[in-house]
């Protein structure tokens, strides 16, 4: 597949922006990347939006890429196939796609390290592939690859079965547990960041709250935030330099990035 995209300068941190990049042939297996100005990445994060597994898109998250690549980081941003026009696994298998794709051009990133984050259901995107290994064995990719993972408000517990708003997206989960985060829990999973807001009425703190026990019941790290007075999109919202004094998130990334890199 050709690499043929746009270029672009992209505020506040005058990043490199390259747009419409296919890391696939549908018409959504689409991705937009952000780097440093210097086009040297400390690392590189695959970023997947939420949207309840139906919303969203790559380009509302300019912002994301402005604040990432001013602490020196990569941000690439794929959309995904949504439900109705498909249901899972297809979508955890474009996130898989696309991390194939951030592999296959390592060498735009200087073989930076590798980051997944998400937010909400992204966020449950971004942990089935870093707890389901088949997802990125698909493609012939060792679970090392990814050396961590980002998770700001994901519905880790859900029991997709039980709700009419998420039944029918996952009703070919088999088992049922294969769609549930939490169920897939083992020893050996990458190191995890959840952020949560306390203030979250879409997703519960509790998604969070128990997906960190659990992983580290398994002897898994895993860092668990909750931020006062801090919502379902506030939080990913607070890392726009407008709004960053509600909530330290970009700084909590940072570090925890930081120290990944580092070990």
Known sequence: ???????????????????????????????????????????????????????????????????????????????????????????VEDAALAIKWARDNAAMFGGAPLFVMGHSAGAHIGALLSLDRRYLSAHDIESSLVHGFIGLAGPYTLDPAKWDSTREIFAAAQPAEAARPIKLVREGAAPMLLLHGANDKTVGVHNSEHFADALKAHGNKAQLQVYRGIGHLEIIVAFAWPWRWRVRALDDVDAFVTRQTAS
């Open 1 to 91: 597949m050709g690499r043929v995209f746009q270029e672009e300068r992209a505020a506040p941190s005058q990043a490199v922006a390259m747009r419409d990049v296919a890391y696939g042939t549908l018409d959504r297996q689409k991705l937009d990347i952000y780097l440093p100005k210097d086009r040297k990445p400390r690392a590189v994060i695959v970023f997947f939006y939420g949207g309840g597994w139906k919303h969203g898109d790559r380009k509302l998250y300019r912002l994301l890429g402005g604040a990432l690549t001013g602490r020196g980081y990569g941000l690439v941003v794929p959309d995904y196939r949504l439900f109705p026009e498909t249901r899972f696994p297809m979508f």
